[in-house]
């Protein structure tokens, strides 16, 4: 029978005897995207972007970086510092659209010419913006900074592998294969997290037909948690004084092996432990409800991506209506001197009409035409503003 690569090493993580499998699979998915990183993917333009939308790895991950980069025989800084200048420069790009905010903000307080505009301005980014309760643009913009704590790159690459993980062991469990079953059930099965994972997937992909597999699953469980609960008391057994001569077995390590076990390997993302338990739709109007339920979130998801750009062109708008504000303000200040200079100009031409007149070079009907001609022009191009 022809077997997968996934089969082999879920075969070889049961053989490591570790308190969890999949952990031990895991710890292999981090290490291995951890050096392909470094080696092809630093200087890759896709994941350049990438990393750069996410705003890097998370907490845990970075570090994990580190702690590669900077191994003996492992010439990995130059790495370290193209991913993390990569991720400053978005972080400036971030702090630059809050400090522009801030600053416009402080110029529209103190300009009154702007202060409607402004209050209006902030009517409409309050309902585009404030997406929580008391959560303004500013909070909204910073808390971005920190999208890489659920968009890490690596966290995703490490969730999509390991579900794959565990459909393919719920599958091989099902298919009937002795030697794999007899292997998991001598194992020490998985940590508590992983656990919970397996049973959710078993239930979801084999429904009613997965008993027997969901029953050999808790049945491996309970055993391994009966072992180390009895190393736990064993442990503290040989603290006592009267029994501290006695040789250790297999509690001396039992304080990190139940670690492992009860929450899982260090970084670990519980699956689906934030969302609320939910009776899998067993009726068709059930079923209806689920897909509509899915369809509101794709469509809130949307919403949301549409208010954020919704929310950078009207930022936009902001900056275009501050520099009409000061062009408008210039020409009004252009306007005034030019009316004044041109009163001046239509007096002296008035006093000047009226001594041709006197000597009876001109009528006086042409000196009437001439002085509504000047006040028809006046009207037209120079106070057009007042008419707004």
């Known amino acids: 029978m022809d077997r997968s690569p996934l089969y082999f090493r879920l075969r070889t993580a049961m053989e490591k005897s570790t308190e969890c499998l999949l952990c031990a699979i895991e710890d292999e998915l981090e290490q291995r995207y951890i050096q392909h990183y470094f080696s092809e993917l630093v200087m890759d333009s896709p994941s350049r972007r990438e990393l750069i939308e996410c705003r890097g790895f998370c907490n845990y991950h970075l570090h994990q970086m ?3 980069a900077t191994r003996p025989g492992i010439s990995a800084g130059t790495g370290m510092v193209l991913v993390m200048r990569s991720v400053a420069e978005a972080l400036i ?20 010419l702007a202060a409607w505009m402004m209050s209006f301005i902030e009517s409409v980014r309050s309902r585009l913006t404030h997406l929580r309760d008391g959560e303004g643009f500013l909070t909204r913009e910073a808390r971005r900074m920190l999208r890489n704590a659920s968009r890490c790159p690596l966290c995703l690459y490490r969730s999509v592998f390991i579900q794959t993980y565990v459909t393919e062991f719920i599958e091989i469990l099902m298919s009937g ?16 997290p992983h656990y919970v994972e397996v049973i959710r997937m078993a239930e979801k992909q084999l429904g009613a037909k997965g008993h027997e597999i969901v029953e050999l699953i808790i049945k491996v469980e309970r055993r391994n948690l009966d072992r180390l609960n009895s190393e736990f008391t064993e442990y503290l057994r040989k603290h006592d004084y009267r ?9 001396r390590d039992v304080v990190a092996r139940g670690v492992t076990k009860l929450v899982g390997r260090l970084g670990i993302v519980a699956p689906h432990m934030g969302e609320p338990i939910e009776t899998p739709p067993s009726t068709v109007a059930e079923a209806d409800r689920a897909g509509v339920y899915e369809k509101l979130r794709t469509e809130t998801a949307y919403l949301a991506a549409r208010n954020e750009e919704m929310t950078k062109r009207l930022m936009q708008l902001e900056s275009e209506y501050a520099g009409l504000q000061f062009r408008a303000r210039d020409l009004f200040e252009d306007n005034k001197a030019l009316v004044i200079r041109l009163s001046g100009l239509t007096a002296e031409n008035k006093s000047f009409r009226r001594m041709l007149e006197k000597h009876g070079l001109i009528q006086k009907i042409a000196t009437e035409e001439a002085e509504r001609e000047d006040q028809r022009f006046i009207d037209e191009y120079l106070f057009f503003h007042e008419k707004r």
């Open 66 to 68: 580190l702690t590669e």
């Open 93 to 112: 790009q971030d702090l630059e659209t809050q400090q522009d905010y801030a600053e416009r903000s402080v110029r529209a307080e103190e300009g009154r």
């Open 177 to 192: 294969d002795s030697g794999f079953r007899r292997l998991f059930e001598e194992s020490k099965g998985l940590c508590v």
């Open 243 to 251: 029994f501290s001569e006695e040789p250790w077995g297999s509690e």
